[in-house]
């Protein structure tokens, strides 16, 4: 079965924004979705971005007002038209409920889709216990153990890891794909992801990249 790693973070808009079709596109393809959430500002730093409260209003305005705005119709998909409240809250929790649903072979997908839309839809804060509970009761799943599994070292150890591997893969934002080994960056990238399923593009030799 093919492969598509996801690098993401629980809170990211654009994540939330592509995560649909996301999901058509592994089933048309017959892939599986690796979930790798992440520590997202320690990543941005790294690939040299400036953090998101130093960008530019113009910067900010377009890309996460207009592109949010228009993608939200585009796909069809709700959003509160503004920054949810607990936006800069801690990752660790709602990443870590991610992780551990896909270590205990729960519906991952599901899951991951949920929090992403209670984030931008609903304002509902990603690093509250109780609510990542709630949303995963509403799955069918058990929130209690969900929760308690997501704090425990392990999986905060997953999440460190994740974290690291994507600085050392060179991951630019939330969300990213690797297809093979193929990185892209942006849900507005996944038609490219569903192409790469089927046929590899070209790359660069060394001394051309």
């Known amino acids: ?82 920054r949810p409240t607990h936006h800069e809250n801690p990752l660790a929790l709602g990443n870590g409920a991610i992780i551990a649903a896909q270590e205990m072979g729960w519906d991952v997908d599901a899951l991951s889709r949920a929090l992403l839309q209670a984030h931008w839809r609903d304002d509902a804060d990603p690093a509250d216990a109780a609510t990542i509970a709630a949303i995963a ?28 591997d994507a600085i050392a893969r060179h991951v630019l934002g939330s969300p990213t794909y690797f297809v093979e080994g193929d990185m892209f960056y942006g849900q507005d990238r996944l038609e490219m992801v569903a192409r790469a399923l089927v046929k590899p593009f070209a790359r660069l030799t060394p001394d051309k990249a």
């Not at 790294?46 to 585009?74: D, L, V």
């Not at 009761?137 to 690291?164: C, F, K, P, W, Y």
Request: glycine residues 6%; contains cysteine.
């Open 137 to 164: 009761e509403g799955l069918g799943m058990d929130g209690t153990a969900l929760v308690d599994a997501a704090q425990s070292a392990a999986i905060q150890a997953r999440h460190d890891a994740n974290t690291e």
């Open 1 to 82: 079965m093919k492969e598509i790693e996801y690098f993401y973070a629980c809170h990211s808009v654009f994540a939330y924004l592509g995560a649909w079709r996301l999901a058509e596109i592994a089933a048309e393809h017959k892939a599986q979705v690796i979930h790798r959430p992440i520590d997202l500002n320690p990543v941005i730093a790294a690939a040299g971005s400036a953090p998101f409260n130093a960008r530019s209003k113009t910067h900010s305005h377009y890309f996460f007002g207009r592109e949010i705005t228009r993608w939200a119709e585009y796909r069809e998909l709700p959003w509160i038209m503004r």
